[in-house]
C-alpha cells in the first residue's frame, strides 16, 4: 500500500469525529515524510485545532511510520 493510502486511511479513521463537531480534514501533500494537512469546516476555526493535529499525527504515524511530521 502506497504511503498517500495510509495516509488516507488514517484519515478515514478520524474523519467521523472530525464531521460530528462540524469540520473535517484532508490531505494536502506528501513531501520527505512530511503530511501536510488542512481542516475544515468548524475545525479550521477552532482554538483547539493544535490539540487535534497532535492527535491526528498520532493516527496517522500508527498507518504511515514513514511519516516523521505533520503539518498544517
Known amino acids: 500500500m502506497s504511503t498517500k493510502n495510509k495516509v488516507e486511511e488514517a ?3 478520524i474523519r467521523p469525529y472530525l464531521q ?3 469540520g473535517d ?7 520527505n515524510g512530511i ?7 468548524y475545525c479550521s476555526t477552532c482554538s483547539k ?3 487535534t493535529l497532535n492527535a491526528v499525527a498520532a493516527v496517522i504515524k500508527k ?5 516523521k511530521e ?3
Open 20 to 22: 460530528n463537531d462540524g
Open 70 to 72: 505533520v503539518i498544517e
Open 49 to 51: 485545532s493544535f490539540m
Open 25 to 31: 480534514i484532508v490531505l494536502l501533500s506528501i513531501d
Open 35 to 41: 503530511a501536510k494537512v488542512q481542516f475544515l469546516g
Open 63 to 67: 498507518h504511515a511510520p514513514e511519516i
Open 11 to 13: 484519515l478515514n479513521e
